[in-house]
């Protein structure tokens, strides 16, 4: 039996992508209408903005864990966190979680060292741009990273926050995240992540400046192959 699948969601619109990719795109391996259990657990976002906000990523790592036991107790044996920002909590909760997960920049990162990219721009919340998750996870492969300015920084974290999460795509704000990336493919980086959950409902591969690496979409495609795996393996 595929293992049962629990995504521990934060914000509802990237949450939503994650589980419909998982649910959709699963069928090419399992079959017509065919995919793993899934169960999704979320805590109020604002409960996870109170501590985001004062970088208490202690208290961040309450709610995962939190989370994912309640999804283990009703069955999943696998989690997944759509959510970029709140990995900067993994490490504090993961030795006490009950079940194992699959971490959203390790699985971005080795999807970028499959294509061959050597020096990725990063985009996200402000915390996720200069906080540790993918660094630390492209570090480990060898692969150079770029951010973008402060200003653009402040510029797409606001994109994200009064708007993406809110469930709202605005044209300009699509244009603007591409003059960000043609930047930064001008100062050599070869493919971007798209590392806020929300951010690949907004920007269009086809006419991105750069290769994406759709941090949503890759762990829930993850997720259908782990799912799938033998136990133990």
């Keep these: 039996m595929p ?6 969601a934060c914000s509802a619109e990237g949450a939503a992508l994650c589980y419909r990719t998982l649910c959709t795109e699963a069928p090419e391996l399992m079959g017509e209408y065919t995919h ?14 109170k501590h985001i906000r004062c970088e208490d990523w202690e208290r ?10 309640k999804l ?14 709140i990995h900067q909590a993994f490490d504090l909760f993961i030795s006490r979680s009950p079940i194992p997960w699959l971490h959203i920049a ?6 970028a060292k499959r294509q061959g990219f050597r ?19 492209l570090n480990k492969l060898g692969i150079s990273y770029k951010i973008p300015d402060e200003r653009d920084r402040e510029a797409i974290d606001k994109i994200i926050f009064k708007e993406l999460v809110n469930g709202v795509f605005e044209e300009r704000s699509r244009i603007y995240l ?12 070869d493919a971007v992540i798209l590392g806020c959950t929300e951010i690949p409902l907004l920007v269009d591969p086809k006419d991105c400046p750069l290769p994406t690496l759709d941090s949503t979409r890759l762990l829930a495609r ?12």
């Design 106 to 111: 390790d699985v971005v990162a080795s999807e």
């Design 222 to 233: 993850a997720a259908i192959r782990e799912s799938l795996a033998a136990e133990g393996t």
């Design 119 to 137: 020096n990725v721009a990063i985009t996200g919340t402000r915390y996720l741009m200069t906080g540790p998750v993918y660094p630390q996870a």
């Design 72 to 85: 283990a107790r009703i069955g999943a044996r696998l989690a997944i966190c759509p959510d970029n920002t």
């Design 178 to 189: 591409n003059s960000v990336i043609q930047k930064l493919k001008d100062q050599g980086c």
């Design 60 to 69: 961040v790592a309450e709610l995962m864990l939190s989370s994912v036991d």
């Design 3 to 8: 293992k049962h699948v629990g995504i521990v």
């Design 36 to 49: 793993p259990e899934v169960s999704m657990h979320t805590h109020p976002l604002a409960q996870y903005m």
